[in-house]
């Protein structure tokens, strides 16, 4: 027991030394090492920059992040352009050095997310960042977000969206584009699917693709499993249930859940079923032959009607 115990606390106290050994790592690398090693008087605030970049200047103060990193009680270097492009003096020391400036269009993916993530690594942290989809495909916070808005045109500076009720509510994610436009611009195949005859009223401005997928997973996503039903039944709350008599695949007990009879962004058939005839429920009733024969198919001929779920009928024939 005493072995197992002090075995334990080796194996954390490694683990946290490792931990502190790559965090150091990390800030002694480009971008991060520039604040590390920068000196109290390296910071010379915003408007020793506008002389050389005024239109940038300019851009930023229209931007919604602008806000967040004005004040004298922030420290330099959370404090206007440094914070996110190094202590001028360095800059400054030598112009054209490439490392002395972070310059976001011409660094790795991985050096961009390291400089937008020294602030926003509260709420996501590096590592589970990095596990992303979209951080192994080389994209940056930059391939979506964009700074300093460009034009009138740009969601930065538009009004915030008209939502669902009960969606989450965006406040100026300072996205390149409008969201569907941006996701659709990358994602035409899934792009192609909203255009089906059925399909989520996402073209029509009614719902985002964010509405069911995460692009920052947080500390909170990382501690749950996440069930593919989760989003669904957030907006679609008559089918969570608890029934008397669930139904398996639509209480999330087997399979993909809603996704074993409905596909999520469109389809050819109603309702966005795979399919619209009794082969649906033959997916898995292959017990059932021919002789269980359905007029048409195995819930509009007024039999099955509460295949999402029933308090009152163990075979779904009443809700
Ligand atoms: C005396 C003029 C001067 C001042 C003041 C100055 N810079 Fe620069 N900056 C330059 C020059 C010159 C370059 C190099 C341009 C190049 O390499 O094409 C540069 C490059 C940059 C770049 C990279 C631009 C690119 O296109 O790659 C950034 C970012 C930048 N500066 C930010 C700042 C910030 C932030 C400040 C204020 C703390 C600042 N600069 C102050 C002259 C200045
Ligand atoms: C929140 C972080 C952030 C702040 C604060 C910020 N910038 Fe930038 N800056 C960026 C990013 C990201 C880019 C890359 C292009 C884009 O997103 O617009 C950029 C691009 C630039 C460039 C062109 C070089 C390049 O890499 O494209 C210059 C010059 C520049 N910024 C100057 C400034 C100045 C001057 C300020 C202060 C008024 C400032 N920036 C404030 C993030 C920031
Ligand atoms: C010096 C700290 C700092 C850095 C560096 C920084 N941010 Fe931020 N950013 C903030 C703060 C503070 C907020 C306010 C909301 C919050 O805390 O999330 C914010 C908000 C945002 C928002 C949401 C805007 C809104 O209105 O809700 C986006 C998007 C964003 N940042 C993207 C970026 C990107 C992309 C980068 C890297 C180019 C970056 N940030 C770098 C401090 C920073
Ligand atoms: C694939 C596109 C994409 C990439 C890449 C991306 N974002 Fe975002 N970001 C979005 C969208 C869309 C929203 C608004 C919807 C939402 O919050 O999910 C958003 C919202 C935000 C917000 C404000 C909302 C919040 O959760 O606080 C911040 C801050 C932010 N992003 C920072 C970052 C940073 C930092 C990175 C890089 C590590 C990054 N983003 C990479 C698309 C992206
Ligand atoms: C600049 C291009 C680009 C943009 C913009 C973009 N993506 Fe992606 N996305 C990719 C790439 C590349 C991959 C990884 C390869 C793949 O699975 O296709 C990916 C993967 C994904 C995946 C699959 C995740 C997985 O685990 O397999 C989803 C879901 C996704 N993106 C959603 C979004 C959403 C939502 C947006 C808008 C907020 C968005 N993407 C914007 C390029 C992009
Ligand atoms: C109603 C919810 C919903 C909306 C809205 C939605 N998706 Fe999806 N999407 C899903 C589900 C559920 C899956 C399947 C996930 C799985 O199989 O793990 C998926 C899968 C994907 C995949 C991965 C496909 C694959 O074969 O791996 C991509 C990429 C994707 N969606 C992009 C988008 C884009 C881009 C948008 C917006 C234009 C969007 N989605 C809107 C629910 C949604
Ligand atoms: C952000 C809210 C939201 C989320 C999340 C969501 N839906 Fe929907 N769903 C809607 C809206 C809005 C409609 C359109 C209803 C209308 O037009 O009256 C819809 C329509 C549908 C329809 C067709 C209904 C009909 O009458 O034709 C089905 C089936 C459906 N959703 C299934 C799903 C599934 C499965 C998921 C999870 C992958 C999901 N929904 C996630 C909002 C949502
Ligand atoms: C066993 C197959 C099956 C599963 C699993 C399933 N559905 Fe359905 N769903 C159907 C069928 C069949 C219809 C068409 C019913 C009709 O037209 O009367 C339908 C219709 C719907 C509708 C539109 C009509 C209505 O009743 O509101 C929504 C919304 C919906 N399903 C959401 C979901 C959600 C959310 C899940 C996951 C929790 C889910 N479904 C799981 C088969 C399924
Ligand atoms: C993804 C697989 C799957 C699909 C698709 C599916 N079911 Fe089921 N169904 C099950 C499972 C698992 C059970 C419970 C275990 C069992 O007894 O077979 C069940 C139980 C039932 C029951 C209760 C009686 C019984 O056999 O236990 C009925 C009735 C039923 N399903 C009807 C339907 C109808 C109608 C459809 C099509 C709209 C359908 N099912 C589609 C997996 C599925």
């Given at each position: 027991?005493?072995?197992?115990?002090?075995?334990?606390?080796?194996?954390?106290?490694?683990?946290?030394?490792?931990?502190?050994?790559?965090?150091?790592?990390?800030e002694?690398?480009?971008?991060?090492?520039?604040?590390?090693?920068?000196?109290?008087?390296?910071?010379?605030?915003?408007e020793?920059?506008?002389?050389?970049?005024?239109?940038?200047?300019?851009?930023?103060?229209?931007?919604?992040?602008?806000?967040?990193?004005?004040?004298?009680?922030?420290?330099?270097?959370?404090?206007?352009?440094?914070?996110?492009?190094?202590p001028?003096?360095?800059?400054?020391?030598?112009?054209?050095?490439?490392?002395?400036v972070?310059?976001?269009s011409?660094?790795?993916?991985?050096?961009?997310?390291?400089?937008?993530?020294?602030?926003?690594?509260?709420?996501?942290?590096?590592?589970?960042?990095?596990?992303?989809?979209?951080?192994?495909?080389?994209?940056?916070c930059?391939?979506?977000?964009?700074?300093?808005?460009?034009?009138?045109?740009?969601?930065?500076?538009?009004?915030p969206m008209?939502?669902?009720?009960?969606?989450?509510?965006?406040s100026?994610?300072?996205?390149?584009?409008e969201e569907?436009?941006?996701?659709?611009?990358?994602?035409?195949?899934?792009?192609?699917?909203?255009r089906?005859?059925?399909?989520?009223?996402?073209?029509?401005?009614?719902?985002?693709?964010?509405?069911?997928?995460?692009?920052?997973?947080?500390?909170?996503?990382?501690?749950?499993?996440?069930?593919?039903?989760?989003?669904?039944?957030?907006?679609?709350?008559?089918?969570?249930?608890?029934?008397?008599?669930?139904?398996?695949?639509?209480?999330?007990?087997?399979?993909?859940?809603?996704?074993?009879?409905h596909?999520?962004?469109?389809?050819?058939?109603?309702?966005?079923?795979?399919?619209?005839?009794?082969?649906?429920?033959?997916?898995?009733?292959?017990?059932?032959?021919?002789?269980?024969?359905?007029?048409?198919?195995?819930?509009?001929?007024?039999?099955?009607?509460?295949?999402?779920?029933?308090?009152t009928?163990?075979?779904?024939?009443?809700?």
């Open positions: 027991m005493a072995k197992h115990v002090f075995l334990m606390t080796g194996m954390l106290l490694g683990f946290l030394l490792l931990t502190a050994a790559r965090q150091h790592a990390r002694r690398t480009f971008p991060l090492m520039l604040f590390t090693q920068a000196k109290a008087d390296d910071y010379l605030g915003t020793a920059c506008v002389p050389c970049h005024r239109s940038y200047v300019v851009s930023f103060r229209q931007s919604a992040h602008a806000p967040y990193m004005e004040g004298a009680h922030l420290p330099p270097e959370r404090r206007g352009c440094e914070a996110c492009h190094g001028g003096a360095v800059h400054l020391r030598e112009v054209l050095e490439p490392k002395g972070i310059r976001y011409k660094m790795t993916a991985e050096e961009v997310s390291r400089a937008c993530l020294r602030c926003h690594g509260a709420t996501m942290r590096p590592s589970q960042w990095h596990r992303t989809a979209h951080a192994r495909a080389s994209l940056s930059i391939s979506c977000h964009q700074i300093h808005p460009r034009s009138e045109k740009q969601p930065n500076l538009a009004a008209a939502r669902l009720p009960g969606a989450r509510k965006p100026h994610p300072l996205l390149k584009e569907a436009a941006l996701c659709s611009r990358c994602h035409a195949p899934q792009a192609a699917e909203f089906l005859n059925f399909h989520h009223p996402l073209p029509e401005g009614r719902m985002l693709c964010t509405d069911c997928h995460e692009v920052h997973p947080d500390r909170e996503s990382l501690r749950r499993v996440r069930l593919i039903r989760e989003p669904c039944v957030h907006c679609h709350a008559d089918k969570m249930g608890p029934f008397v008599f669930e139904h398996d695949p639509a209480a999330g007990w087997m399979g993909d859940s809603c996704l074993e009879c596909r999520p962004h469109g389809s050819p058939n109603p309702r966005m079923l795979k399919l619209f005839s009794r082969g649906l429920c033959a997916q898995c009733h292959t017990e059932k032959g021919v002789q269980h024969y359905p007029a048409r198919n195995c819930w509009e001929s007024g039999c099955h009607v509460a295949h999402h779920g029933s308090n009928n163990p075979l779904f024939l009443s809700h």
